[in-house]
């Protein structure tokens, strides 16, 4: 393995109604589909206990699937135990041996891996330490190393055995949100390099939307979502989606007129233009939209889209001001406001009135899963 060569072709992952029960009936996986392209950067998302550190370690070998298949460059690994699987896995937790230096953990790995020669070992673990950048501590003790150091010795240590995929269970778990954020841009840059599939688990969003090609949304052992970052958080498809990823302003609206693309909701006494899923019936629904597209104006009720609102509470987060508004139906909503003046645009009690662009408004499918992650969704606080 050199720093600067890129390995292709090998990596694809395909996962095929994929379940895990455990003993004592918890079902941890309940049935997923997923394709993987080789070289990808893949997240699986979710909050705590959906399933996604049990998917990884199906992955790797480490817990047998009750059904369902996982093929690896088209081969069917069920019968492959962990240690012969074209994987490597980073945990959170680095798991660096105390009494070794970085060097020698790193080579470790290597003493057990039957087709590298003795004499290849050298080149390959100062390969590896050069891909994280960490070749001037190879004699450094892990004790001797902040928490990122040794996260990289980690994954110095899973691609000296050069896997065609590497799992990562929350890798940047256990750092400072500092730190976090450089990770991320280090560990993104590592992985075009190495050019080799990542499966990336995490609970962080926005470490799923920085950092993955495509990625998926779990909840209670399935795939909820799965798409491009920008697709999921624009085009949320379900009101656990759209709660889970980012703010959401969620409201109850009457589909009135459906048809291919934008139909027409009542939100309230107010007609809206907004986007409508494919073969959506006309009834009750809820729809989305995000507070950056949500937006404030001052004057008269003139032009479309637009219904009056009261401002209830303006939170200053520096560049940028939360603006809370309720609506004429009595729903609370928010506005993502640039600060690009000295003083705050709004103030409580202030009237104005909210712009909702058809193409940034959009109802939610029916779905059953209605499973709150957390209290960020506005219509809930408000
Ligand atoms: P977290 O982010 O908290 O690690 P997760 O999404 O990775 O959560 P899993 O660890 O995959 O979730 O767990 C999924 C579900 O399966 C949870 O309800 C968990 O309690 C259950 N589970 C996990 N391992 C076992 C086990 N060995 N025996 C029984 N139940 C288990």
Known sequence: MTSD??????????????????EGGSIAVDGIDLDVA???????????????????RMLAGFEQPTDGQILIDGTDVAQTPPHKRPVNTVFQSYA????MDV?????????????????DRQGKVDAALELVEMTEYAKRRPNQLSGGQQQRIALARALVLEPS?????????????????????????????????????????????EMSDRLAVMSRGKIMQLGAPREIYQFPRSEFVADFLGVANLMDVQVESVGAGVGRVKLGDFTLDAQIPEGFQAGPGRAVIRPESLHLEEGDLSGDNRLPAM???????GSTSQVFVRLPDGTSVQSLVTNAVHEEPWSSGDACRVRMPAESLHVLEH???HAWSDADSVSKAG
């Open 38 to 56: 080789s070289g990808e950067f893949f997240s699986l998302l979710g909050p705590s206990g959906c399933g996604k550190t049990t998917t990884l």
């Open 103 to 119: 060097w020698k953990n790193v080579e470790y790995g290597l003493r057990w891996a039957k087709d590298v020669p003795k004499g």
């Open 367 to 369: 779905t059953e899963d």
């Open 96 to 99: 660096l041996f105390p009494h």
């Open 165 to 209: 995929v590497l799992l990562l269970d929350e890798p940047l778990g256990a750092l400072d949100a500092k730190l976090r954020h450089s990770l991320r841009a280090q560990l993104t840059s590592l992985q075009r390099r190495v050019g080799i599939t990542f499966v990336f688990v995490t609970h962080d969003q926005e470490e799923a939307l």
């Open 311 to 317: 401002v209830e509470r303006v939170v200053y987060l």
């Open 5 to 22: 060569t890129t390995q292709t072709g090998g990596g694809s992952i395909a996962i095929r109604g994929l379940r895990k029960e455990f």
